[in-house]
């Protein structure tokens, strides 16, 4: 089995910063892409920000300039740098991972559990 444990959710006012930090751990034989997603109420699931294996990176549109992925690799985890945060932030967060188990070629894709942040103004 493959968990994605996350961490690193709270509640900050406007201009603000927090650190959300994902850890996959279980029968994995390598990491691709790893990437954070966010859902607030009432709207469709985003990408927020998405970081290959080799460290290439891409954001969504509104959090471009303010938010930063990064991943290490060695500890199978991946974290994210929210910075200058906005209400319109607000949202679970949610970690994803397309993991290659042992003796498989399959890629699958795991999901975290989502954790909250809540920006005030």
């Known amino acids: 089995q493959v968990q994605l444990v996350e961490s690193g959710g709270g509640s900050v006012q406007a201009g603000g910063s927090l650190t959300l930090s994902c850890a996959a751990s279980g029968s994995i034989r390598s990491i691709n892409d790893m990437g954070w997603y966010r859902q607030a109420p009432g709207k469709q699931r985003e990408l927020v920000a998405a970081i290959t294996k080799e460290g290439i990176t891409n954001y969504g549109d509104t959090v471009q300039g303010r938010f930063t992925i990064s991943r290490d690799n060695a500890k199978n985890t991946v974290y994210l740098q929210m910075n200058s945060l906005k209400p319109e932030d607000t949202a679970v967060y949610y970690c994803?991972?397309?993991?290659?188990?042992?003796?498989?070629?399959?890629?699958?894709?795991?999901w975290g559990q989502g954790t909250q942040v809540t920006v005030s103004s």
């Open positions: 994803n991972a397309k993991i290659v188990r042992p003796l498989r070629t399959n890629v699958y894709v795991y």
